[in-house]
C-alpha cells in the first residue's frame, strides 16, 4: 500500500508539474510576440482596472500546454480528443477577438459549436439529471442535446465574466478543478482525476503570472479568450464526473462547485433583460465590482470569493452525505440566486470609479489616495460582454 500510494504521488507530481512549467514557460515566450501582434489589453475603456498595457497570453499559454502535456503524459482517449479541438476551436476565435474585437454573437456560435464537438466527437453530455425531480433516474432523451449545449455555454460565460479582477478567473477555475478531483477520487474515477490533475497544473502555472505578490504588485499576462475556455474545461469535466455510469456523482452537486460565478451570471442575465439590454450587455455590475467599490483589494477579492467557493462545494458534498434529498439542491441554488438578486437590488454605477481604469488598478493604495483622485465621467455608449 505504501509503495502504491508513492507511486500514485510520484504520478500526480508528473503530471501536475509538467503543464505548470509548460505553462510558465510559454507565458514567458509568449508575451514578447503578444506585444508584436497587438494582442495587448490597453486600459482604454472605462471598464477596465487595470493601468499598464498587458499581454493576452494566459489562454494561448494554458491551452497549448495542456494539449502538449495531455498528449504526452495521459491516454487520447475521444473525450480528450473532442476537448483539444472544442478548445483549439474557441482558441482561434478567442485570439481574433483579442486582436479585432469580434461581435459576441460570433463568440456564441463559437462555443454552441465547441459544445455541439464535446457531444458528437467525444460523446461528453448531459444525459440523466439524477433525482432532481423527486424521482429516480431521470434521463433527458431527445432534450440531452439542448441541456448540453446550454450548460456548456452558461458555464463558460459564468467564468468569462468573472475575468474582472487579477487571479479571479483562474482561482475560482483552480477551486472547482480541485474539488471536482476530490470527488472523481471519492468516486473511483482515477482517469478523470489524472485528467483534473493536469488541468490544475495548466491553471496554477498562468496563476503565477496573474496572481498579485509582494513581489508581483500586479498580474503580467491575463486570459484574454482563454477563460473562455477554462469554463469549458469545467462544464466537460462536470459533464465526466456526473454522467460516467460506472463512478457516478450526482448531477445536483455541479453547481455548488463553481457557485459564485454561476449565480452571478445568473442574476446579470435577468437585471439586463428587465433593463431592456441584450444579456451580454457590459457593465460595472458585477459582484467583483461591487466588491471594487467597497474599497476591497484585488487579493482580498480573490480570497474572499475562492474560500466562499470552497465553503459552498463543502456543504453541497456533506449535505448530499448526509441523504439530503436531491430535490432540495436546485431549491437551495434557486433560492441563493433569487436572495442574491434581491440583496443587490441597488444597482451600481454604470461603471464605478473602484473599476475604472482611472483608479490606477491598485487599491491597495490609502482611501484618502483614492478619494483624492477625479470621478470617472458616466459613459453611455453600449458595450458588450463578450
Not at 252 to 268: E, G, K, R, T
Amino acid at each position: 500500500m505504501h509503495e502504491a500510494w508513492l507511486q500514485l504521488t510520484r504520478e500526480g507530481f508528473l503530471i501536475a508539474g509538467a503543464p505548470f512549467l509548460a505553462t510558465v514557460f510559454l507565458i514567458m515566450l509568449l508575451r514578447p510576440l503578444a506585444v508584436r501582434l497587438q494582442l495587448v489589453d490597453h486600459p482604454s475603456s472605462a471598464r477596465k482596472i487595470h493601468s499598464d498595457p498587458t499581454p493576452r497570453v494566459g489562454g494561448a499559454a494554458t491551452t497549448l500546454a495542456g494539449l502538449a502535456c495531455g498528449a504526452c503524459l495521459l491516454p487520447w482517449t475521444p473525450d480528450l480528443k473532442a476537448l483539444a479541438v472544442a478548445s483549439l476551436l474557441m482558441l482561434v476565435v478567442g485570439t481574433l477577438d483579442d486582436r479585432y474585437d469580434l461581435n459576441w454573437r460570433i463568440r456564441i456560435i463559437a462555443q454552441t459549436a465547441a459544445a455541439l464537438i464535446l457531444f458528437l466527437l467525444g460523446g461528453v453530455k448531459v444525459e440523466s439529471i439524477g433525482n432532481v425531480l423527486g424521482f429516480p433516474g431521470h434521463q433527458l432523451g431527445v432534450l440531452s442535446l439542448p441541456f448540453t449545449v446550454l450548460a456548456t455555454v452558461g458555464v463558460t460565460n459564468a467564468v468569462n465574466w468573472a475575468d474582472g479582477v487579477d487571479g479571479l478567473a483562474g482561482s475560482l477555475t483552480l477551486a472547482a478543478l480541485a474539488m471536482l478531483t476530490a470527488a472523481a477520487i471519492y468516486a473511483g474515477n482515477t482517469p478523470l482525476v489524472s485528467d483534473l490533475v493536469l488541468m490544475g497544473g495548466c491553471v496554477a502555472g498562468f496563476l503565477a503570472f496573474n496572481l498579485r505578490f509582494p513581489w508581483q504588485r500586479r498580474a503580467s499576462a491575463f486570459l484574454g479568450g482563454g477563460a473562455e475556455i477554462l469554463g469549458l474545461w469545467i462544464a466537460w469535466a462536470a459533464f465526466r464526473l456526473t454522467q460516467t455510469p460506472g463512478h457516478p456523482v450526482t448531477p445536483v452537486l455541479a453547481p455548488f462547485l463553481i457557485a459564485p460565478p454561476v449565480i452571478d451570471c445568473l442574476v446579470l442575465i435577468v437585471r439586463r433583460l428587465r433593463a431592456g439590454h441584450s444579456p451580454f450587455y457590459a457593465d460595472g455590475d458585477h459582484l467583483h465590482h461591487r466588491l471594487l467599490k467597497l474599497g476591497m483589494s484585488h487579493t482580498g477579492i480573490v480570497a474572499a470569493l475562492t474560500g466562499l467557493s470552497f465553503a459552498i462545494g463543502f456543504a453541497a458534498a456533506t449535505a448530499r452525505r448526509a441523504h439530503v434529498p436531491e430535490p432540495v439542491f436546485p431549491a437551495v441554488f434557486l433560492a441563493a440566486t433569487v436572495g442574491y438578486l434581491l440583496a443587490t437590488r441597488k444597482r451600481t454605477d454604470p461603471f464605478p470609479e473602484a473599476a475604472a481604469r482611472g483608479a490606477k488598478a491598485d487599491l491597495g493604495r490609502s482611501a484618502a489616495e483614492r478619494a483624492s483622485e477625479p470621478a470617472l465621467a458616466k459613459v453611455t455608449v453600449e458595450r458588450t460582454e463578450l
